[in-house]
T-cell receptor, first 113, second 113 residues
Framework: GNSVTQMEGPVTLSEEAFLTINCTYT??????LFWYVQYPGEGLQLLLK?????DKGSNKGFEATYRKETTSFHLEKGSVQVSDSAVYFC????????????FGTGTRLTIIP | KAGVTQTPRYLIKTRGQQVTLSCSPI?????VSWYQQTPGQGLQFLFE???????NKGNFPGRFSGRQFSNSRSEMNVSTLELGDSALYLC????????????FGSGTQLSVL
């Protein structure tokens, strides 16, 4: 079945540092890939998505590229802010008729001023 | 447009009791999904309802059940509560297409004592 593996957290960075959160996946077929973000006390929000190989999703300065050859969808941001502190979830959906989203375990990110 | 509303926000129950959680989706959304979020397991898919029919189901025991009403509001029921059922239960709604953007509520935090 489908599965998603994210880098273990927590991750602590200083403001304006470069961010990478690794995500790899296992799936048959051609899944769509997502990053969701959960701010304290809130539900998840879609951050970005990519639906086919080599697609780049981007939003709010975050980017992730769908790499089929390495089965990866790493999240990056060039200069993080304190307001980016949250839990980030990688997810995939689709592939061989799988109609539900499968989430990774989440990576807690803390940005210190 | 109002977001996804989950009630209650917090619940404390004892082992053996049952509990019902409620979710009101965004107006016009016909799909409602439920997830269990725990620190160790991340987000685990429970089930999805579309137009009052269960369309997808995760790997949870039969103690977990749900339903959807004609106005798309959904309820989730857990019977014979166990300590391990303590978690944040998240509801998400969408228009209903596969892998459409999910809109999450803030969740119901269930504590089983």
């Amino acid at each position: 079945g489908n599965s998603v593996t994210q880098m273990e957290g927590p991750v602590t960075l200083s403001e304006e540092a470069f961010l990478t959160i690794n995500c790899t996946y296992t799936a048959t077929g051609y899944p769509s890939l997502f990053w969701y973000v959960q701010y304290p006390g809130e539900g998840l929000q879609l951050l970005l998505k990519a639906t086919k190989a080599d697609d780049k999703g981007s939003n709010k300065g975050f980017e992730a590229t769908y790499r089929k050859e390495t089965t990866s969808f790493h999240l990056e941001k060039g200069s993080v802010q304190v307001s980016d502190s949250a839990v980030y979830f990688c997810a995939l959906g689709g592939g061989s008729g799988n109609e539900k989203l499968t989430f990774g375990t989440g990576t807690r990110l803390t940005i210190i001023p | 447009k109002a977001g996804v509303t989950q009630t209650p926000r917090y619940l404390i129950k004892t082992r053996g009791q049952q509990v019902t959680l409620s979710c009101s989706p965004i107006s016009g959304h016909r799909s409602v999904s439920w997830y269990q979020q725990t620190p160790g397991q991340g987000l685990q898919f429970l089930f999805e309802y579309f137009s009052e029919t269960q369309r997808n189901k995760g790997n949870f025991p039969g103690r977990f059940s749900g339903r959807q009403f004609s106005n798309s509001r959904s309820e989730m029921n857990v019977s014979t509560l166990e300590l391990g059922d303590s978690a944040l239960y998240l509801c998400a709604s969408s228009l209903g297409g596969a892998f459409e953007k999910l809109f999450f509520g803030s969740g119901t935090q269930l504590s089983v004592l």
